[in-house]
């Protein structure tokens, strides 16, 4: 490892940041310094690495669905719309949702499957089962690694919704657990899948772009009225803004980006800083909309609108990683690259190549070549079939498909924790001043014996 972030130490990095926060005269990071957790401390194990390791073939994929109201249902139609899964199982704490999960089964052909209503532990006898290949939990956030814990004690695969895991004590929880249990703990991120991302994939991996530099990632997405209407995300999505100051979504914009950058094959993420505006939009939302009577009205967020980060890879490549789910804005994940070749930048996508007449080309021209082969292959089918423009589609596609082969998985549960844990290093960097925040290796090292998955290709020169 040649560049000089793999070499800077924890306490040189402190170091560092002290003395730049001495320089703009931010007197409280001095006092800050002592009470920073070493978040790249990697803890010790007897367990052996799940990178690498593939599915066990089978013929049908037998499912367990915990948490099947918005998300969860359209991934009950995704996953079935493949053909080659069987639901056994579903579990929600709203009898409703499950019976609706459960008429979607029987509508295409299928035994009705067992329910488990019963509360929120009910998921553990749903585990408990010993006929299930797969538990997917789509849940919220506070229930994903529990439910995964359960299903991969029990000797299943779990599948969890975005983001895998909220605390980095839980992210190792799952590395830890996967591991114990040799069954994979994939996030099934389906933003890795959608047409642009995959399209631009393949371009980076052609060396289209030369060297990835600098990337851009966000989750900018104006969630204003789906965090207070009533239903749905509003009963759950906006009590961390009164609880947590930082990025809580990271990984729709992350992970494809991390791909462009060869993550866990090549390079891997080594320390973010993060900082956050003040909170305005939500609160003046709330105060818009809602009656003075309304108990929303004396809730107060903590969470900054904006958050942004800065992460720098263990190659010294840097990505830039925002979240905004509070303000008025049209929907941005960025989505953008920067090589020495070239660049691509989203929302519009569109591409300029060294030679170019300064002016950025839509990359829909260069679809007839470059459209990935997996969405040339079942992209009909998917936009047919799948939520999100046909992205859903595809991921569950892939997942049916390693499984009936026997492959490794397209992701595993180190990115599960890798593209999560920007989440609470964004929330410890912002407390503490933006000081940096070393990612763990959740790999303990194994990523440089290069495991290449179905996404995780080497660049061809
Ligand atoms: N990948 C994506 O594009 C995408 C889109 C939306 C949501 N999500 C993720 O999906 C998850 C769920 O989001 P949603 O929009 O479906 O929320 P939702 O509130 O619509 O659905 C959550 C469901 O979980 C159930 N539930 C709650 N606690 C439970 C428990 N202990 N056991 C069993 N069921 C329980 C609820 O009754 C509800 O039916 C979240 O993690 C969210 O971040 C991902």
Redesign the pocket.
């Known amino acids: 490892m040649s560049n000089e972030s793999e070499r800077m130490s924890r306490r040189s990095l402190l170091q560092t940041s002290a003395v730049a926060a001495a320089t703009v005269a931010v007197p409280s990071l001095v006092g800050a310094q002592s009470k920073v957790p070493d978040t790249g401390k990697i803890p010790a194990t007897k367990n052996k690495t799940m990178l690498g390791v593939p599915f066990e073939k089978h013929d049908r994929i037998r499912m367990g669905f915990?948490?099947?109201?918005?998300?969860?249902t359209g991934l009950l139609s995704d996953f079935l719309a493949t053909g080659h899964v069987d639901v056994l199982a579903i579990?929600?704490?709203?009898e409703s949702?499950a019976k609706r999960g459960a008429d979607m089964v029987e509508k295409r052909g299928q035994k009705r499957p067992e329910l488990y209503t019963k509360g929120?532990?009910?998921?553990e006898r749903l585990c408990a089962r010993q006929d299930l290949d797969v538990v997917l939990t789509?849940?919220?956030?506070d229930?994903?690694v529990p439910v995964c814990l359960s299903a991969l004690k029990h000797g299943h695969h779990a599948f969890t919704?975005?983001p895998a895991a909220t605390t980095l004590e839980d992210c190792w929880a799952l590395v830890n657990a996967s591991e114990a249990a040799r069954k994979h703990c994939v996030m099934i991120e389906?933003?890795t899948y959608d047409n642009a991302e995959m399209m631009v994939l393949n371009m980076v991996q052609a060396g289209l772009f030369g060297e990835p530099l600098h990337g851009g990632a966000a989750y900018n997405h104006d969630l204003r009225d789906v965090l207070t209407n009533g239903y749905?995300?509003s009963?759950?999505r906006r009590f961390p803004h009164m609880k947590r100051n930082g990025n809580f979504?990271p990984t729709?914009g992350l992970a494809p980006v991390g791909n462009y950058f060869g993550h866990h094959l090549t390079d891997r993420f080594d320390y973010l800083v993060s900082m956050s505006t003040p909170e305005a939009g939500l609160s003046a939302y709330v105060k818009a909309k809602f009656p003075e009577s309304d108990p929303k009205r004396k809730e107060k967020y903590i969470c900054g609108d904006v958050n942004t980060s800065l992460l720098k890879t263990a190659m010294g490549k840097t990505i830039l990683l925002q979240h905004d789910v509070s303000n008025c804005r049209p929907y941005s994940r960025i989505n953008s690259l920067q090589g020495s070749k070239g660049v691509f930048e989203d929302y519009p996508p569109r591409i300029y190549f060294d030679g170019g007449n300064d002016e950025y080309v839509p990359l829909d021209k260069y679809k007839a070549e470059w459209e990935h082969p997996l969405w040339k292959q079942v992209g009909e089918m998917a936009r047919k079939n799948g939520g999100?423009g046909g992205m859903?589609f595809i991921m569950a596609y892939r997942m049916v498909e390693c499984m009936r082969n026997g492959t490794v998985p397209d992701m595993d549960v180190y990115e599960a924790a890798a593209w999560s844990v920007p989440g609470p290093l964004s929330e410890l960097s912002v407390a503490h001043g933006s000081m940096p925040m070393k990612f763990p290796d959740f790999t303990r090292g194994e990523w440089k014996k290069g495991h290449q998955t179905f996404l995780r290709r080497p660049i061809r020169n």
């Not at 915990?66 to 969860?72: A, H, N, Y």
């Open positions: 915990v948490g099947v109201g918005g998300r969860g579990c929600d704490i709203d949702h929120d532990h009910d998921f789509a849940t919220p956030w229930w994903h919704e975005v389906n933003c749905g995300e009963l759950w979504y729709h999100h859903d």
